[in-house]
T-cell receptor, first 107, second 113 residues
Framework: KNEVEQSPQNLTAQEGEFITINCSYSVGISALHWLQQHPGGGIVSLFMLSSGKKKHGRLIATINIQEKHSSLHITASHPRDSAVYIC?????????FGTGTRLQVFP | EAGVAQSPRYKIIEKRQSVAFWCNPI?????LYWYQQILGQGPKLLIQFQNNGVVDDSQLPKDRFSAERLKGVDSTLKIQPAKLEDSAVYLC???????????FGSGTRLTVV
């Protein structure tokens, strides 16, 4: 079993829909990272959080340390949001990645 | 600030050939990471440098992979000889302190044929 599990693995949506991507982890962590990876490989950091909730534009990330769970929400989704979203957790001295959620938003 | 620079963006080589990738981290970032990301998987750490010293290279296949960061700034990752299973995206990342505030490069997509 992977230490970081994401669901769903693949997600399709119509433009404007509200999207939720979930991340569960089994290790003790100091912080959790949500990353966005576009075709071609480059990774962009969206959020790093260790408690509560963060918001940036149409993106919202929440974390529940007790339940070892985090969610990434996208409001009013747009085709340019199409990408792979990766959850990664800091476990003492290393970053552990989930396998990612591939999101496709159609016009 | 300028991001993490990587080159080349794409590389196609035949098996048993050699290849090298280059990474220039964000200025002042002491920690540099090389990751291998095989299609459909999350990135896997190959090696972590703190300045010019190696912190973690436990998952680096040392019989064929090598990496250096001679002056504590830019870094090169080499594969010699390449195998088909080395086909992946190789990502470089840097952070100002270990495990905090990662910035990733655009990656090098390697195809071994």
């Amino acid at each position: 079993k992977n230490e970081v599990e994401q669901s769903p693995q693949n997600l399709t949506a119509q433009e404007g829909e509200f999207i939720t991507i979930n991340c569960s982890y089994s290790v003790g962590i100091s912080a959790l990272h949500w990353l966005q990876q576009h075709p071609g490989g480059g990774i962009v950091s969206l959020f790093m959080l260790s408690s509560g909730k963060k918001k940036h534009g149409r993106l919202i990330a929440t974390i529940n340390i007790q339940e070892k769970h985090s969610s990434l929400h996208i409001t009013a989704s747009h085709p340019r949001d199409s990408a792979v979203y990766i959850c990664a957790v800091y476990d003492t001295d290393k970053l552990i990645f989930g396998t990612g959620t591939r999101l496709q938003v159609f016009p | 600030e300028a991001g993490v620079a990587q080159s080349p963006r794409y590389k196609i080589i035949e098996k048993r050939q050699s290849v090298a990738f280059w990474c220039n981290p964000i200025s002042g970032h002491a920690t540099l990471y090389w990751y291998q990301q095989i299609l459909g998987q999350g990135p896997k750490l190959l090696i972590q440098f703190q300045n010019n010293g190696v912190v973690d290279d436990s998952q680096l296949p040392k019989d064929r992979f090598s990496a250096e960061r001679l002056k504590g700034v830019d870094s090169t990752l080499k594969i010699q000889p390449a195998k088909l299973e080395d086909s992946a995206v190789y990502l470089c990342a840097s952070s100002s302190s270990a495990n905090y505030g990662y910035t990733f490069g655009s990656g090098t997509r390697l195809t071994v044929v």
